[in-house]
C-alpha cells in the first residue's frame, strides 16, 4: 500500500465518522482500515497525519482522556446545513424526491453522526422567507440544547421604532433571561420558532429564532415533553401553523 493511498484513507474515514464532538483515536482509525484488510502503526499514522495537514487539510486534535483527532464540516457549519436542509422541506415548487435528494447531498458533506441530526424530522408549514445570518449561532445551539436534553436561556427582542423613526432593539422585560426547555424547531408563518417549555409561564410556547438573543445551553436537563404539556399523550406533530404565535 502507497503512503498516498494510506493517507487518503485516513483522511476519508476522518471526514466520514468524526467531527468535534466524536474524535477519533489512533486505535479508531486502525480499526477501520482493518476492516478495508488495511493496518497502520502509530509511526506511520503520525507520518500522514503531517502529510495531511502539510497538503491543506485541517485535522484538529482533540485533548481528553486519549488524543483524538476530527474533520470539521465541509463546506457548512452545523448551523448552516441546517438551515439549508430545513429551507428545501419547507419549499413548496421543490418535490419530495428532489428534496431528498439535495438533503442527501449536503448531508454527505457532514459527519456521519450530524448527516443523522440533519436527517431528523422537521415539521414545515409555509414556504419561509430567508433567514439573517445572525440565527446560525442561535440555531446551532439550540439544535445543541435539544440533542443533549438541556435546558437553554435567553433574552428576548422587539423591534421597535425609535423617536427617528427607525427600526430599533429593545430587550423584554427590560433584559431578564427566558428559561425555556426547546423540543424543535419548526417554520411557520412565514418565521423560523423554537418550541419550548416557559419556565416563568408554566406553559409550552413558541420563541422566534430571530428574535432569541445571547442563548445558552444550561447545565440543567429539560423538562419531559409529557410533563411539560401537561399531556403524556402529546405529540410534537400537533404544533401547527394556528398554534405558531409569537409569546
Known amino acids: 500500500m502507497s503512503n498516498t493511498h494510506r493517507a487518503f484513507e485516513i483522511l476519508k474515514i476522518l471526514r466520514i465518522h468524526s467531527d468535534e464532538e466524536h474524535p477519533l483515536t489512533f486505535e479508531d482509525i486502525r480499526q477501520k482500515l482493518i ?59 421543490i418535490s419530495k424526491d428532489m428534496s431528498n435528494e439535495l438533503i442527501d447531498h449536503i448531508a454527505s458533506l457532514t459527519s456521519t453522526y450530524q448527516a443523522g441530526q440533519l436527517k431528523s424530522r422537521l415539521y414545515v408549514d409555509e414556504r419561509s422567507k430567508t433567514l439573517n445570518k445572525s440565527v446560525y449561532t442561535t440555531v446551532d445551539r439550540i439544535q445543541n440544547a435539544i440533542t443533549k436534553n438541556k435546558k437553554i436561556r435567553f433574552r428576548y427582542v422587539d423591534t421597535v421604532l425609535n423617536t427617528k423613526h427607525e427600526r430599533d432593539r429593545r430587550f423584554r422585560h427590560e433584559g431578564a433571561f427566558y428559561v425555556v426547555s426547546p423540543y424543535m424547531l419548526v417554520w411557520g408563518e412565514d418565521n423560523y420558532y423554537c418550541v419550548g417549555h416557559h419556565e416563568q409561564r408554566d406553559t409550552l410556547s413558541n420563541f422566534r429564532i430571530d428574535r432569541m438573543d445571547n442563548v445558552v445551553m444550561m447545565n440543567e436537563s429539560r423538562l419531559p415533553l409529557s410533563v411539560a404539556s401537561k399531556d403524556p399523550q402529546f405529540n410534537l406533530s400537533k404544533v401547527r401553523s394556528k398554534h405558531l404565535c409569537d409569546v
Open 35 to 93: 476492516e478495508k484488510e488495511l493496518d497502520l502503526n502509530r509511526k506511520t499514522f503520525y507520518a500522514d497525519i503531517a502529510r495531511l495537514r502539510e497538503v491543506g487539510h485541517t485535522i484538529h486534535t482533540a485533548r481528553s482522556n486519549n488524543f483524538g483527532y476530527y474533520i470539521q464540516s465541509e463546506p457548512f457549519s452545523f448551523a448552516q446545513a441546517k438551515l439549508l436542509v430545513d429551507a428545501i422541506q419547507s419549499s413548496r415548487f
